[in-house]
């Protein structure tokens, strides 16, 4: 499938999704969440993908939405921003969460707005050191979207998350990092090398195990401990059943790398 707004790269069992509006500094339009949507259906349809690389073209990972995209004119009524939110961001980030295999992002410069939190919603993320994410919300009238004010206070704290909710202050990738916001900062000019070394190793992993890792994570959140034991019991009855398991012990016992097959 051929696309306007994204560039799709496949080597092995890895998926690269490029954001490419770099003019906007790869802000949403509706033809691009379109563009997304499809090309993650692809990677949820058996195309043999085992990871997911996610990152943007240019100097930033992405803006969020493309306001001009969403501009209100004097006299005329302003656009329905709870049914964009409920047709493309949702539905995006519950597709990043809910995807049976890892999400790597590489931010590659500057993630604001909903592309801050985009980033956020994938299992690990990686930053260039010249990175910043910044809750832009604030200085448009809006609060915090696609599960900002969810995943914030999680990650960061109450009152961290206030200040940069409220405030719209860049967080570096240098302080996300010792936040505990992201996995890891990176110098610039290594990240993309970094990133696609570390989606090429989650790749060559028990794929069905990590996805079944991710929804127990994802899950503990909001579970109290009894349901989240209970969780941890019946998922790991599901792994134990895999092939996966069988190969990762018989490579144990047998004293050499498991060549597993995400099955």
């Known amino acids: 499938m ?9 080597t ?7 954001l490419n509006r770099p003019k906007s500094l790869n802000s949403f339009n509706e033809a691009m969440h379109a563009e ?14 085992r990871a997911l690389l996610l990152t943007g073209a240019g100097r930033g990972f992405c ?19 709870g049914d964009t939110l409920g047709r493309l961001y949702n539905p995006l980030i519950r597709r990043l969460r809910s995807l049976p295999l890892p999400v790597v992002c590489a931010v590659n410069g ?27 919300f604030s200085k448009v009238g809006l609060i915090p979207d696609s599960g900002g004010t969810w995943i914030l206070p999680r990650l960061v ?27 890891q900062c990176v110098d610039d000019d290594s990240l993309m090398t970094e990133a696609e070394a570390l989606s090429q190793q989650l790749a060559t ?36 059943r895999c092939d996966d398991y069988r190969e990762g012990v018989s490579a144990f016992m047998e004293k050499r790398e498991p060549s597993f097959t995400g099955q």
């Open 2 to 10: 051929s696309y306007e707004n994204i560039e799709v790269e496949v």
């Open 12 to 18: 092995g069992a890895v998926t690269k999704l490029v």
């Open 36 to 49: 997304v949507a499809a090309a993650l259906d692809e990677v949820a349809g058996g195309s043999g993908c």
């Open 63 to 81: 803006a969020g939405q493309d306001l001009s995209d969403r501009q209100v004119m004097p006299g005329e009524t302003p656009p329905d921003l």
């Open 110 to 136: 500057v993630a604001a707005g909903a592309g801050a939190n985009i980033a956020l919603a994938c299992d690990i993320v990686l930053a260039a050191r010249s990175a910043k994410f910044i809750q832009s």
């Open 157 to 183: 704290g109450h009152a961290r998350a206030s200040g940069l909710a409220m405030l719209g202050t860049p967080l570096t990738a240098e302080q996300a990092e010792a936040w505990g916001v992201i996995w």
């Open 205 to 240: 992993q028990p794929t069905h195990g990590l996805a079944l890792m991710k929804q127990a994570l994802v899950q503990s959140w909001a579970n109290p401990l009894d349901e989240q034991l209970d969780l941890e019991r019946d998922l790991q009855q599901a792994a134990g």
